[in-house]
């Protein structure tokens, strides 16, 4: 697993969404394998469920649309000042660099979680 696929499955975790791969567990018949949203099905087809379903979170829009349909309009102004003075902006680095968004996202959740 890369670290850019690390950080959108604790994304997914940290914002309540499904992160999908093999749970582990084999249908009792071993011919089919589980996806942890429930899903079962032979290997190869189990992969390409996983490949299809599990967010990549490259676009920052991504990110932004799941903190403020999650988060709500204040905990989002929260979000947004976090390198600002200003609670109306985000900073440009964010959405320019790659994964900043994200990083920054799975960062301050963890510490809300706290």
């Known amino acids: 697993m890369t670290d850019h696929e690390k950080l959108c499955k604790e994304f997914c975790k940290l914002t309540g969404r499904c992160w999908h791969e093999w749970d582990g567990v084999k249908t009792p018949d071993f011919h089919e394998i589980k996806c942890t949203c429930g899903y ?3 290997t190869f087809l189990l992969n390409k469920h996983i490949n299809e ?3 990549t979170y490259e676009n920052p829009a991504d990110v932004l649309r799941v903190i ?3 988060l709500g309009f204040v905990t ?3 979000f947004f000042s976090l390198n600002r003075e200003s609670k109306e902006m ?3 680095d964010m ?3 790659k994964d900043a968004l994200l990083k920054a996202a799975v960062k301050w959740l963890k ?3 706290k």
């Open 95 to 97: 959405i320019l660099e």
């Open 76 to 78: 989002t102004q929260e």
């Open 111 to 113: 510490e809300e979680k």
């Open 53 to 55: 379903n599990n967010p």
């Open 68 to 70: 403020i349909k999650d």
């Open 90 to 92: 985000i900073d440009v």
């Open 40 to 42: 079962s099905e032979v």
